[in-house]
């Protein structure tokens, strides 16, 4: 009788087969991104137009390469790398915090660069001005919210007080956005301000594009050649530097990762919610608890649902819907299916 392989082989190859499972969801979300719209195309078609960019074979439509290429592809990619880099930071939080209801704006990434934002459309600042007012304030917002942690608490619960303070800062910064609206004229900067809070992928460019590649490429290779140490903090802190893992540098490298992804991302498409809290939970509700899975699996299936998303926005309606609306309106229903199905599948 053969020997039955052992359990690590199996679940590798668990593994592998999950991770081929997310290659080809996010492959099928980019040929959908690209295909539907107001002018559909076939999917065929859009292979011929890849295929032809990428090696110079075949004869395509100039109207179908125009289309895809200079329309479309901009903001499929933008999608994708935006849900990669929101799930994986909602992922690399929950792990460091062990709080599933943790996501990447917990320390006030989110309103510090929505702060930056609004004070740059305020004072009338070009579109790369406003991004790297975003982001400035991102990082400001998390500095601010860890320095407060730090002062106010050697040596005791460093994860519970950062939570606390990010709430502070968070708070203290949403504060200083209602005061810019506020002040804002209402005929023409206010709707200016109000667009870019609810977070849309539209107006992103090439240009835009080479610009957050530095960020997202920086903050995502720590977070997955460090997933595995994510598992060991499940068990504690203690028990984690027993295992040889230093707690207090790898909750920094995750903290600073994840605020790099989501200032940036924020920075590039506004405020996008529910993608970093509930990517996280299908995923291990997919694949389970193992971050080392987890963690890849986030990027992909990420990156898949903000391309349908963003595909939805774009066609549902005559006029665009912006990105952060229906990011909640199916983020909402989809956490509350996830929770109950894992709380029956718990039982």
């Known amino acids: ?27 099928a979300a980019v040929i959908a991104g690209l295909a539907i719209g107001r002018a559909m195309l076939r999917p065929g078609e859009v292979i011929g137009v ?86 400035a304030g991102g990082i400001i917002a998390v500095l601010l919210t860890y320095a407060s942690a730090r002062r106010i608490g050697r040596g005791t619960d460093q994860i519970l007080l950062l939570v606390l303070c990010g709430m502070i800062v968070s708070a203290l910064f949403q504060a200083f956005v209602s005061a810019v609206k506020y002040t804002a004229d209402p005929d023409s900067k206010l709707p200016e301000i109000t667009y870019w809070l609810m977070g849309s992928i539209a107006k992103v460019t090439w240009a835009d594009l080479a610009l957050y590649a530095v960020p ?47 200032a940036s991302s924020v920075a590039i498409c506004g405020v996008i919610g529910w993608v970093g809290l509930i990517m996280p939970h299908l995923v291990r509700f997919i694949a389970g608890p193992d971050n080392r899975i987890v963690v890849p699996m986030s990027v992909l299936l990420g990156g898949a649902f903000l391309i349908l998303v963003d595909t939805a926005c774009r066609t549902v309606m005559a006029s665009e819907v912006p990105l952060g609306i229906l990011t909640s309106v199916i983020g909402a229903p989809l956490f509350f299916i996830i929770l109950l199905r894992s709380r029956r599948g718990g039982r």
């Open 216 to 262: 997202f490429t920086v903050g995502i290779i720590p977070i997955v050649a460090l997933r595995w140490r994510l598992n060991t903090l499940a068990f504690g802190e203690e028990e984690a530097e027993s295992l040889g893992v230093n707690v207090t540098a790898l909750r920094l490298i995750c903290i600073a990762c994840a605020t790099l992804l989501t």
């Open 1 to 27: 009788m053969a020997n039955r392989p052992s359990l690590p082989v199996r679940r590798r190859s668990f593994h592998a087969l999950l991770l081929l499972f997310g290659i080809l969801v996010l492959a």
């Open 50 to 135: 890849l295929n032809h960019a990428v090696t110079g074979n075949g004869h395509i439509a100039l109207t179908s390469k125009t289309i895809v290429m200079n329309v479309r592809l901009p903001r499929v990619v933008a999608a994708a790398a935006i849900g990669a880099a929101l799930a994986v930071s909602g992922t690399a939080y929950q792990g460091l915090f062990r709080n599933p209801m943790v996501s990447p704006d917990i320390l006030g990434a989110s309103a510090g660069a929505s702060f930056g934002a609004v004070l740059a459309l305020l004072v009338s600042a070009s579109r790369p001005g406003v991004q790297a007012a975003a982001f």
